[in-house]
C-alpha cells in the first residue's frame, strides 16, 4: 500500500510562474526523496533531503523537511513546458519495514506555455 | 551504457502464460529493487538485493511472482501463470549501495495481460 499522499493531485500553472507541491508520510524516516517521471519513461531522481535537514535546494529546485509534522514541499522556481510531469515524494522509513521506497500517488504538474 | 536498462519495453501474454522481464543495473551498483506501478499510481515496492542476494520480498504479491540476480548483476522478474491484475509497469531501479542513496531507474516493461 502506498503511505505518502502528495498534494495536489493535479496542477496547471503559466510558464515562468512557480510550482508548490506537498507530500506527507506517516512513520518515521531516514531520508525523503523527490522524483520526476515524464509520461511513459521511468523515474529520475530529483533531490534526497535526510531527516536530520530541514532545506535543501538545487538548481530551480526547493525541497523543505517537517520531520515533527512528517511533511515536506517541493518548490519549483521559473518553471519552464519542460516541467510539465508527474513528481513524486518517496520515503526511506527508519527501524524495520520493507527495503525499498515507499511513493506517493503523485502530482501530475502542467505548464501551460 | 550508463544507465538501467530493462527488456523487453512492452509485453503482451495470454492469461494464464508465464513472463519473464530483464534488468540491468548500473554497473557496480549493489542495490537493485523492482517495482511494480498501475496506472495513475506512484510505484510499489516488490522486491529488492544487495549483490545476489535477495534481502527482501516482502513486497511481491503472491508465490506467483519470482526474482532472482544470480551473479549480483543483472535480475529477472518472473510471473508465473499471469493474471489480467498484472497488467502494470515493472519498473527496476539501482543504486550504488542502499535505499538511503538516490535510486537510478529504467524505462520500465509495460505488461498487458489479455
Known amino acids: 500500500s502506498q503511505q505518502g499522499e502528495e498534494d495536489p493531485q493535479a496542477l496547471s500553472i503559466q510558464e515562468g510562474e512557480n510550482a508548490t507541491m506537498n507530500c506527507s508520510y506517516k512513520t518515521s524516516i531516514n531520508n525523503l526523496q523527490w522524483y520526476r517521471q515524464n509520461s511513459g519513461r521511468g523515474l529520475v531522481h530529483l533531490i534526497l533531503?535526510?531527516?536530520?535537514?530541514r532545506e535543501k535546494h538545487s538548481g530551480r529546485l526547493r525541497v523543505t523537511l517537517d520531520t515533527s509534522k512528517k511533511s515536506s514541499s517541493l518548490l519549483i522556481t521559473a518553471s519552464r513546458a519542460a516541467d510539465t510531469a508527474s513528481y513524486f515524494c518517496a520515503t526511506a522509513y527508519s527501524g524495520g519495514g520493507a527495503d525499498g521506497l515507499t511513493f506517493g500517488k503523485g502530482t501530475h504538474l502542467i505548464i501551460q506555455p | 551504457g550508463a544507465g538501467v536498462s530493462q527488456s523487453p519495453r512492452y509485453k503482451v501474454a495470454k492469461r494464464g502464460q508465464d513472463v519473464a522481464l530483464r534488468c540491468d543495473p548500473i554497473?557496480?551498483?549493489?542495490?537493485l529493487f523492482w517495482y511494480q506501478q498501475a496506472l495513475g499510481q506512484g510505484p510499489e515496492f516488490l522486491t529488492y538485493?544487495?549483490?545476489?542476494?535477495?534481502?527482501?520480498k516482502s513486497g511481491l504479491p503472491s508465490d506467483r511472482f519470482f526474482a532472482e540476480r544470480p551473479e549480483g548483476s543483472v535480475s529477472t522478474l518472473k510471473i508465473q501463470r499471469t493474471q489480467q491484475e498484472d497488467s502494470a509497469v515493472y519498473l527496476c531501479?539501482?543504486?550504488?549501495?542502499?535505499?538511503?542513496?538516490?535510486?537510478?531507474f529504467g524505462d520500465g516493461t509495460r505488461l498487458s495481460i489479455l
Open positions: 533531503i535526510r531527516s536530520n535537514e
Open positions: 538485493f544487495q549483490n545476489e542476494a535477495q534481502l527482501d
Open positions: 554497473s557496480g551498483h549493489v542495490s
Open positions: 531501479a539501482s543504486s550504488l549501495l542502499d535505499r538511503n542513496q538516490p535510486q537510478h
